[in-house]
């Protein structure tokens, strides 16, 4: 196809316009950006899955805030109502220069029913993935029926298991948490996940009955497969599409709206490449204006959402779309992720709601014309066979990058063919482009002057045109640059 003739030809563009640039006054920083080659970025190899430690207990006992205390961060949702974490959550974890992954479960109960059910289930399946155990009982109140149902239940799964007696913060207390013997699961560590005391020690036994590679096949491997986050405001049927591509109830789906709290992730195989998945709680308002769980649940979604490469923004086809549809997929774009948006519930819409939907599209989401728009619906699985092929079109339009020849004999042509308006009795000219960097695209535009809005719209629009970019913000940012005669010396 002519590929050698071209990269000659491009070499030879961006030879020229370099030594164009020389009449510029350039900085440090602008020279190791026009002379930089593309880099790529190796994520570090681990020798194996990392060992699994699952954290479980009846509701209200302190899993989450004690899943906080080892992370040494505010990961977990928690909050003084029992059943706040529903899913079963996983975050990597350190002690010692030892990583292994923790995961916090939703409370354990006997006689569970409709939604506390399914929470119990994924304990359960937790406790079976993890290569140990760590049961947190609450010494204050002492062995319940629920924590002997408990007990039997980590009996029979033979994994090692860790007795953590928490809500001692004090001396007075460990007398409560001796009283623990009696489960007959050995010693019973005395902790405060609140205060952090006597977490060392019990961090210390984990180590101990942990392997250095985890048993369990990887269930939690972290790295390799693509990161997608599933994003909307609540009940808009991000766990039920999640459940939908697993092709099991992987998360807990309830009518409620806010059943997700803590981000959730999942490797689902489709077709033949693995994804990871990762189920986020309803953006409701904008941060500020939520309170409690809530709170806390919209910084994990805007976490999840940085450490995703693409986002599907489920947006609710049977109702008008709304201001928090919006600023999700804003919110998409500000942090620089590949985008697919996808309308659900699409077997409920009848001829009349797609007409005035298609007007809303049109008038709202004028600024997002690159991302791919699926209408689907998780209930039946309609066209969610169609999110595979736009997920790799994104994630490549992601990883893009065009060659800085052939970048600058594109926008000579632009450029030669609508030149930029004259202002003031001057026209800037664009000197030199360059990628600074992909995911996403980045572009840096030297010129003599200042570049409008409207032209970097423009030049934005011709780049997609040309090169594609479909499913991936790219962004353009100019350096004015004078030429060196109009310094005063």
């Not at 309803?282 to 979604?301: K, M, P």
């Not at 450490?307 to 489920?314: D, G, P, Q």
Request: hydrophobic fraction near 40%; avoid cysteine.
């Amino acid at each position: 196809m002519g590929s050698a003739a071209d990269d000659t030809l491009d070499e030879g563009v961006e030879q020229a316009l370099r030594a164009g640039l020389e009449d510029f006054e350039l900085s440090e920083e602008d020279r190791a950006l026009i002379d930089a080659e593309p880099g790529s970025q190796d994520d570090d190899d681990n020798a194996g899955p990392l060992p699994v430690l699952a954290v479980v207990g009846r509701p209200n006992v302190g899993k989450s805030t004690l899943v906080n205390r080892i992370l040494g961060r505010r990961e977990a949702v928690v909050e003084d109502v029992p059943g706040v974490t529903r899913d079963r959550v996983a975050y990597e974890a350190e002690w010692t220069g030892r990583r292994f992954t923790l995961v916090d479960t939703g409370g354990w109960e006997v006689d569970a029913r409709g939604i506390h059910l399914r929470v119990a289930e994924q304990a359960e399946v937790a406790v079976e993935l993890a290569d140990a155990v760590m049961f947190v009982v609450d010494a204050t109140v002492g062995a319940t029926d629920t924590d002997e149902a408990v007990v039997k239940m980590l009996r029979r799964s033979g994994k090692p298991v860790i007795l953590v007696a928490n809500k001692v913060d004090d001396q007075r207390a460990e007398a409560d948490a001796a009283m623990l013997w009696v489960l007959g699961l050995g010693q019973p560590w005395p902790v405060s996940a609140l205060h952090g005391r006597g977490s060392g020690d019990v961090l210390d036994e984990v180590l101990r009955v942990l392997p250095e590679v985890s048993k369990v096949g990887g269930a939690y491997e972290r790295g390799g497969p693509r990161r997608v986050a599933l994003l909307g405001r609540p009940n808009v049927g991000k766990s039920s599409l999640l459940n939908r591509l697993a092709g099991e109830e992987r998360v807990v789906v309830d009518t409620v709206a806010g059943t997700t709290r803590d981000p959730v992730d999942e490797l689902i195989r489709l077709g033949d490449t693995t994804w990871r998945f990762v189920d986020t709680a309803g953006i409701r308002r904008r941060v500020h204006q939520t309170r409690g769980a809530d709170f806390y649940a919209s910084l994990r979604t805007q976490s999840a959402l940085e450490k995703a490469e693409v986002a599907i923004v489920l947006v609710d086809a049977g109702e008008p779309i709304s201001e928090q549809d919006i600023r999700v997929i804003q919110q998409v774009v500000d942090a620089g992720r590949a985008l697919i948006v996808a309308y659900n519930k699409w077997d409920t819409v009848d001829e009349e709601r797609r007409y005035y939907l298609e007007r809303e599209i049109e008038r709202e989401l004028v600024q997002i014309q690159w991302a791919p728009r699926v209408n689907l619906s998780a209930l039946t699985g309609r066209n969610t066979g169609k999110l595979v092929p736009y997920l790799e079109t994104a994630l490549d339009s992601w990883d893009m990058r065009v060659p800085t020849g052939r970048l600058n004999a594109f926008f000579g042509e632009i450029v030669a063919a609508h030149p930029h308006p004259v202002r003031g009795g001057k026209q800037p000219r664009i000197l030199f482009a360059t990628q600074a960097s992909t995911r996403p695209p980045r572009f840096v535009v030297f010129a003599s002057g200042f570049i409008e809005a409207g032209y970097r719209r423009f030049l934005e629009r011709r780049l997609r045109e040309e090169f594609g970019f479909e499913g991936t913000p790219i962004e353009i940012s100019v350096r004015v640059r004078e030429k060196r005669g109009r310094q005063s010396r």
